[in-house]
């Protein structure tokens, strides 16, 4: 009983142990306690374009009945404490989360809103922290930029002068931070740096700088310039400014005599370079012409300072030749250029026709053969000419066409009987002269009835008429011997 009272006293010490340790712990940790307000995390640094919306965050500890006030550090106005604002700036303004977060807002940020901003706690001593606000701006153009005195030429900036003058172009850029300007040619074409004193010329692609100086302009460089201002912040503009160079008339021809036949028409040209525009013409024994039904005028610009002249001239008439003058003037000159137009003589026509050539067949009456005699014996002897064209056709005989069109191969034939014994033929087939080949040809007849015009389409070597002639005249010989030579063997058998 003694040892059960024993181990609960030895308990209960312990637990009083216990107690008076925590006891001490919680004493020691409410002494250690920091009793004033702090920061948990710094401001932050913003960079915003003008016109965007920024926000800065304050975040305090154990702020206890101290109150959080928001100042501009630059004049140290107060803009707000706790949630209610000082300032009365519409575009400023403070929240709270209720717990330890601070926010100080401004929105629509102009370019007087840059500086450093504070967030303050009214403790004794005071205590503090900062961020920094940087607004920029995206770069701009100004329309009218202040020209110096030493600029004795107003037309410089305008972009005009004269061919060998001097053109200045300005481009002012304003934005935060400062923008650069570069200049380019819109055409992609490369800018020419001429020196005045010198024939030195540098040839580039861009040129730096807020001013673009031509000297010794010559036309070649008119055209658009473009200069382009950036400085990181966008977007980036540019500005075109038109390069205009004057110069008096050059006249050039491609030809400066010309040949046309009588009852043609033709056409001349001019090709002017000058600018500004100029007033152009064309003239014949210094008198003006103009467009009707006799003549056709037409310019067309090929580029800035170059353009095409056309003076047509229909139905030429001996009358019409001669010398033709293209001019062209403006303020600062005149041209012209002188066009002969001459008379080409065209060679005659051909006017011999050749004669056709038309093979005519007879036959002669011959006596009746026996009924002992074998069967007729035809000899088809073709006769043709291929260089024969339809108009020869058409002149020769009429009754030719029909008896071609009668013929499914286009060809004549001569059909010979010729009476003959038993046997004889036979016996005399090796002796009989050989038939000629002929060509196939392809004759086209049209349906709508004009039979004179005849179209002949030939697959071969065309043979002239003098060897086509002497051919058919051969076979008459062979085939009249032939015959006689038949009849004297009938007769006397």
């Given at each position: 009983m003694d040892l059960v009272k024993c181990i609960l006293s030895i308990f209960l010490h312990i637990f009083i142990l216990l107690n008076c340790i925590i006891s001490l712990a919680k004493i020691t940790v409410i002494a250690q306690a920091p009793t004033d307000p702090e920061f948990l995390a710094p401001l932050d640094n913003f960079t915003?374009?003008?016109?965007?919306?920024?926000?800065?965050?304050?975040?305090?500890?154990?702020?206890?009945?101290?109150?959080?006030?928001?100042?501009?550090?630059?004049?140290?106005?107060?803009?707000?404490?706790?949630?209610?604002?000082?300032?009365?700036?519409?575009?400023?303004?403070?929240?709270?989360?209720?717990?330890?977060?601070?926010?100080?807002?401004?929105?629509?940020?102009?370019?007087?809103?840059?500086?450093?901003?504070?967030?303050?706690?009214?403790?004794?001593?005071?205590?503090?922290?900062?961020?920094?606000?940087?607004?920029?701006?995206?770069?701009?153009?100004?329309?009218?930029?202040?020209?110096?005195?030493?600029?004795?030429?107003?037309?410089?900036?305008?972009?005009?002068?004269?061919?060998?003058?001097?053109?200045?172009?300005?481009?002012?850029?304003?934005?935060?931070?400062?923008?650069t300007v570069q200049w380019n040619r819109e055409d992609g074409k490369d800018i020419i740096l001429r020196s005045e004193s010198t024939r030195e010329k540098q040839v580039v692609k861009v040129v730096e700088g807020e001013r673009l100086i031509l000297t010794n302009v010559q036309r070649t460089d008119m055209g658009g310039y473009r200069c382009v201002a950036s400085n990181g912040v966008p977007p980036a503009v540019s500005k075109r400014f038109d390069v205009n160079v004057h110069f008096k008339p050059e006249i050039k021809v491609n030809s400066e005599i010309v040949g046309a036949p009588v009852d043609s028409q033709v056409v001349l040209e001019c090709i002017v370079q000058v600018y500004p525009k100029p007033l152009n013409g064309w003239y014949k024994n210094a008198e003006k012409l103009h467009d009707g039904i006799k003549y056709n005028i037409s310019e067309a610009l090929i580029n800035l300072y170059t353009w095409q002249l056309n003076l047509t001239i229909r139905n030429l008439k001996k009358a019409d030749f001669g010398a033709y003058t293209c001019s062209s003037v403006n303020a600062l000159g005149k041209d012209e250029k002188r066009i002969n137009l001459q008379e080409y003589q065209l060679p005659p026509k051909p006017t011999t026709t050749p004669t056709p050539y038309v093979v005519r067949t007879s036959a002669k009456p011959r006596r009746k053969s026996s009924h002992t005699h074998n069967k007729n014996l035809n000899e088809v002897v073709r006769a043709k000419d291929t260089s024969m064209s339809t108009n020869h056709i058409q002149d020769g005989d009429p009754n030719l066409a029909n008896t071609i069109a009668g013929n499914p191969n286009g060809l004549g034939e001569v059909h010979t009987q010729l009476p003959a014994k038993n046997g004889y033929e036979k016996n005399r087939n090796s002796q009989m002269p050989p038939v000629v080949p002929t060509p196939k040809n392809i004759w086209f007849y049209p349906t709508n009835g004009a039979s004179s015009q005849i179209q002949h389409l030939s697959a071969r070597t065309t043979v002239s008429v003098t060897t086509t002639t002497t051919i058919n005249f051969l076979l008459s010989l062979l085939l009249f011997l032939f015959k006689f030579y038949i009849s004297n063997e009938l007769f006397l058998t």
């Amino acid at each position: 009983m003694d040892l059960v009272k024993c181990i609960l006293s030895i308990f209960l010490h312990i637990f009083i142990l216990l107690n008076c340790i925590i006891s001490l712990a919680k004493i020691t940790v409410i002494a250690q306690a920091p009793t004033d307000p702090e920061f948990l995390a710094p401001l932050d640094n913003f960079t915003v374009p003008q016109g965007r919306e920024v926000s800065f965050t304050c975040i305090v500890n154990n702020l206890g009945g101290y109150k959080v006030a928001w100042l501009k550090s630059d004049s140290k106005a107060i803009l707000g404490i706790h949630t209610h604002m000082i300032s009365l700036n519409p575009r400023l303004s403070v929240t709270h989360n209720g717990h330890n977060t601070w926010k100080f807002h401004i929105a629509n940020v102009h370019l007087n809103d840059s500086g450093s901003y504070m967030c303050q706690v009214n403790t004794d001593p005071m205590i503090w922290q900062s961020g920094n606000l940087n607004v920029v701006v995206p770069p701009d153009i100004l329309n009218q930029p202040e020209i110096s005195s030493s600029m004795v030429n107003a037309n410089m900036e305008e972009g005009i002068s004269n061919e060998g003058g001097v053109i200045q172009l300005i481009c002012a850029a304003t934005g935060i931070p400062e923008p650069t300007v570069q200049w380019n040619r819109e055409d992609g074409k490369d800018i020419i740096l001429r020196s005045e004193s010198t024939r030195e010329k540098q040839v580039v692609k861009v040129v730096e700088g807020e001013r673009l100086i031509l000297t010794n302009v010559q036309r070649t460089d008119m055209g658009g310039y473009r200069c382009v201002a950036s400085n990181g912040v966008p977007p980036a503009v540019s500005k075109r400014f038109d390069v205009n160079v004057h110069f008096k008339p050059e006249i050039k021809v491609n030809s400066e005599i010309v040949g046309a036949p009588v009852d043609s028409q033709v056409v001349l040209e001019c090709i002017v370079q000058v600018y500004p525009k100029p007033l152009n013409g064309w003239y014949k024994n210094a008198e003006k012409l103009h467009d009707g039904i006799k003549y056709n005028i037409s310019e067309a610009l090929i580029n800035l300072y170059t353009w095409q002249l056309n003076l047509t001239i229909r139905n030429l008439k001996k009358a019409d030749f001669g010398a033709y003058t293209c001019s062209s003037v403006n303020a600062l000159g005149k041209d012209e250029k002188r066009i002969n137009l001459q008379e080409y003589q065209l060679p005659p026509k051909p006017t011999t026709t050749p004669t056709p050539y038309v093979v005519r067949t007879s036959a002669k009456p011959r006596r009746k053969s026996s009924h002992t005699h074998n069967k007729n014996l035809n000899e088809v002897v073709r006769a043709k000419d291929t260089s024969m064209s339809t108009n020869h056709i058409q002149d020769g005989d009429p009754n030719l066409a029909n008896t071609i069109a009668g013929n499914p191969n286009g060809l004549g034939e001569v059909h010979t009987q010729l009476p003959a014994k038993n046997g004889y033929e036979k016996n005399r087939n090796s002796q009989m002269p050989p038939v000629v080949p002929t060509p196939k040809n392809i004759w086209f007849y049209p349906t709508n009835g004009a039979s004179s015009q005849i179209q002949h389409l030939s697959a071969r070597t065309t043979v002239s008429v003098t060897t086509t002639t002497t051919i058919n005249f051969l076979l008459s010989l062979l085939l009249f011997l032939f015959k006689f030579y038949i009849s004297n063997e009938l007769f006397l058998t």
